[in-house]
Nanobody
Framework: QVQLVESGGGLVQAGGSRRLSCAAS????????MGWYRQAPGKQREWVAEITNGGSTNYADSVKGRFTISRDNAKNTAYLQMNSLKPEDKADYYC?????????WGQGIQVTVSS
């Protein structure tokens, strides 16, 4: 079973930047796609970004132009670089790894944007 561990969350001021990491327990080259969802209190789960095995990326309109998803196969890690953070970006962020028949999820990591 694939394990995903997020890191890099915490408190940041509006307008600041933060990079989330998602470390996988196996080579991410074998994963169809990796990405991120987020969920804020009182809101529905929102898809944020995805990067495919082939390197294609897609973003939610709410983060496009501000967030960048990437991966480092040598480190078995995907990243979410978050720039120009807004208070509405405050949420628990969940990494996922997408296989053909299943998806695996990290435990989530909190990002708090102040002011």
């Amino acid at each position: 079973q694939v394990q995903l561990v997020e890191s890099g969350g915490g408190l940041v001021q509006a307008g600041g930047s933060r990079r989330l990491s998602c470390a996988a327990s196996e080579s991410i080259s074998s994963i169809n796609a990796m990405g991120w969802y987020r969920q804020a209190p009182g809101k529905q789960r929102e898809w944020v970004a995805e990067i495919t095995n082939g390197g294609s990326t897609n973003y939610a309109d709410s983060v496009k132009g501000r967030f960048t998803i990437s991966r480092d196969n040598a480190k078995n890690t995907a990243y979410l670089q978050m720039n120009s953070l807004k208070p509405e970006d405050k949420a628990d962020y969940y990494c996922y790894a997408h296989f053909t028949l299943s998806r695996y999820w990290g435990q989530g990591i909190q990002v708090t944007v102040s002011s």
